[in-house]
């Protein structure tokens, strides 16, 4: 059956492809398809895309990137090396590009990231500093960022990748310092600078339960106990067609859900040993397909998105040697089956309490 289904989407999607338009009764009613975004709106949720400031003299890029798109994330215009270049002078101009692109075409943007252990300025990571030293630093990077961004980002991504795959903590320059509480003073600090904005913690290998996933779950359930301010856990989905599926994400959404918590699915790609045949382009699909439904079943679960949207600004390649054609988009901004796969699930119709039918 899995076989088939797979078959299925590939004959599909190449159809698609070649005719270079969607099927359905809103192409029908309105001259074009309805895109991701309008799709993911009919079930409450946004489809978003990373996108960094390189890439927008690229018109035609950026004009599927306004089009198909309620979200945007940066993927490096808000990092603390862009920001805080030097200690105390802050350079908000990359982020402000991105942020004025997507009000421009009314979306929102979610703000990425404020806390990481990496790219992180040199007069950060060159010398030793003291809990007292560093948690002025670590504050007052957090508020800048935030007031200046106050009003015009929906969530941000407070502290990135906390934790090593066996749920210890990551030994970075701020946990070595302060210790594990450097996390609520974080979301704490930038409730204080922005009281509306939603706040995250973001890491990726946590889309299945296990001892990484626990240990923000765990986590989440102290900060609640103590009454700090998170609203959300962020599950970038970086999957690798070679490592398996993660069967439990369904199950893991809806039990970050049942601790009172949103989740987004926030870097969403789908990598492959390269060359990218007929088969790995079909299982890639079925895999798109899948999250997007797993994240549609689960009320909580408000939103995808890809980690910018086409093969040819993919990180992938530089990180991974030998691995791409990891997006829903190739190189020419052509969709691939995992577009239409997209699609698909997004097409599905959501009953009363949320779920899939």
């Avoid at 404020?114 to 030793?128: K, N």
């Avoid at 889309?207 to 009454?227: F, H, N, P, T």
């Avoid at 599926?245 to 369904?250: I, K, N, S, V």
Wanted: hydrophobic share 40%; net charge neutral.
């Amino acid at each position: 059956m899995r076989k088939n289904r797979l078959r299925l989407a590939g004959a599909l999607a190449a159809v698609l492809v070649a005719a270079g338009v969607a099927s359905g009764p809103a192409a029908q009613a309105h001259g074009k398809p309805p895109t991701l975004a309008d799709l993911a709106q009919r079930h409450g949720r946004y489809f978003g895309s990373a996108t960094d400031n390189p890439e927008l003299v690229d018109e035609p890029y950026k004009a599927l990137l306004a089009s198909e798109f309620d979200q945007i994330t940066p993927g490096n215009g808000m990092k603390w090396y862009a920001t805080e270049p030097q200690q105390g002078v802050f350079d908000f101009s990359e982020g402000d590009e991105i942020v004025n692109l997507a009000r421009a075409n009314h979306q929102k943007v979610r703000g990425h990231t404020l806390v990481w252990h990496s790219q992180l300025p040199g007069w950060l990571t060159g010398r030793e500093w003291t809990a007292d030293e560093l948690r002025a630093v670590l504050k007052n990077h957090i508020q800048q960022e935030v007031r200046h961004h106050r009003g015009k980002v929906f969530a941000w991504d407070v502290v990135n990748e906390a934790f090593n795959e066996d749920g210890t903590y990551r030994e970075t320059v701020f946990y070595k310092t302060l210790g594990a509480g450097y996390i609520a003073d974080a979301l704490r600090w930038a409730r204080q600078a922005d009281p509306k904005v939603k706040l995250y913690l973001n890491d990726y290998n946590i889309e299945a339960v296990g001892a990484k996933s626990d240990a923000y779950y765990r986590l989440a359930k102290e900060l609640k106990a103590q009454g700090v301010p998170l609203d959300g856990i962020g599950l970038q989905a970086h999957l690798a067609l070679q490592y398996g599926y993660p069967t439990t994400l369904e199950d893991n959404l809806r039990r970050f859900a049942g601790r009172g918590l949103d989740t987004a699915l926030t870097e969403v790609d789908v990598r492959m040993i390269l060359p990218a045949t007929e088969e790995k382009l079909a299982q890639q699909a079925a895999w798109y397909r899948d999250l997007t439904e797993a994240c549609l079943a689960v009320r909580r679960c408000v939103g995808i998105t890809v980690w910018d949207y086409t093969d040819k600004y993919s990180w992938i390649p530089a990180f991974f040697e030998g691995e791409g054609a990891a997006l829903p988009w190739d190189e020419e901004l052509r969709p691939k089956p995992a577009y239409f796969a997209i699609r698909q699930a997004l097409r599905q119709v959501a009953t009363a309490h949320g779920e899939l039918r």
